[in-house]
Nanobody, 115 residues
Framework: QVQLVESGGGLVQAGGSLRLSCAVS????????MGWYRQAPGKQRELVATITSGNKTNYADSVKGRFTISRDNAKKTVYLQMNSLKPEDTGVYYC?????????WGQGTQVTVSS
């Protein structure tokens, strides 16, 4: 049974930083493509950042230069370091793991950025 457990969300002032973590169990982590998505109230879920099994990264234009996705295969964990946070970064952040089209989601962690 695949499980993704996110942590690290919270309330932060604009300009601050947070680091999200997502621990994966139940399937081989090192071959999974991993990603972070977010959903703001009243909006659709959107891609924030992805990282392949070969450590190739991709970012939404809105977070480039501020967010960094990384993975630790030994710990079976993917991270999202978020710096220079803005109020528009507020939302529920979801971790995604994909094994060649078999995708799984975490339960989400709330990030709130106050102005």
């Amino acid at each position: 049974q695949v499980q993704l457990v996110e942590s690290g969300g919270g309330l932060v002032q604009a300009g601050g930083s947070l680091r999200l973590s997502c621990a994966v169990s139940g399937r081989s982590f090192m071959i999974a493509a991993m990603g972070w998505y977010r959903q703001a109230p009243g909006k659709q879920r959107e891609l924030v950042a992805t990282i392949t099994s070969g450590n190739k990264t991709n970012y939404a234009d809105s977070v480039k230069g501020r967010f960094t996705i990384s993975r630790d295969n030994a710990k079976k964990t993917v991270y999202l370091q978020m710096n220079s946070l803005k109020p528009e970064d507020t939302g529920v952040y979801y971790c995604n793991a994909d094994w060649w089209g078999a995708a799984y989601w975490g339960q989400g962690t709330q990030v709130t950025v106050s102005s």
